[in-house]
């Protein structure tokens, strides 16, 4: 289970690229890498998560990225409120 670790930046939560992708089901991750193909936003949102050394739950451009990913159709309102959350799936 991916635990948030908390860095002086603020209060928001932080985890290692790893663990936020832990985050996504399996079907979820192999969703956006195929979108990333298609979809230049996606991919560069994706692109990012990589540059990253840690991934902040609250940073503007995970925000978006994933709003995108909603929009997409790619994650519910549901899934992307548990992931931002830190919450592994079941």
């Known amino acids: 289970m991916a635990v ?4 002086k930046r603020g209060s928001a939560p932080t985890l290692p690229k790893r663990d ?3 985050l996504f089901t399996d079907n979820e991750r192999r969703a956006i890498i195929g979108a990333a193909m298609q979809n230049v936003d996606i991919a560069d949102w994706k692109d990012g998560l ?3 050394d840690d991934i902040w739950l609250d940073h503007p451009d995970l925000l978006s990225g ?3 990913i909603v929009a997409a159709g790619l994650l519910t309102e549901a899934r992307k409120d548990a992931i ?3 919450e592994t799936p079941t």
């Open 20 to 22: 936020f992708m832990r």
């Open 50 to 52: 990589l540059l990253a």
């Open 84 to 86: 931002l959350a830190g």
């Open 66 to 68: 994933v709003t995108a």
């Open 4 to 7: 948030a670790r908390r860095k």
